[in-house]
């Protein structure tokens, strides 16, 4: 898709990582699938992915973890 942060750029598939913080806790997912823009490098991550990260991230803060790095596709 086109970019629409700088209209010039398309969008590839590709992976990114994203930090979330939560509370005390501080969660970052490597390799969470995205679109990223080919121009600016704007992230575009789909609205499934983005609520599988904060089921994922609740679970981790539940742990009372207070900085977890993990993959996506593994994290639990
Ligand atoms: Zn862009």
Redesign the pocket.
Known sequence: MK???????E?KQGITTVTLEKASSTIVFKEVPAQI??????KYIDDSTTKELLNKARKIVKNGVEVDIRKYAIAA
Do not use: A, V, W, Y
């Open positions: 970019c629409m942060i700088c209209k010039h750029g969008t823009c080919d121009n600016c490098g704007e």
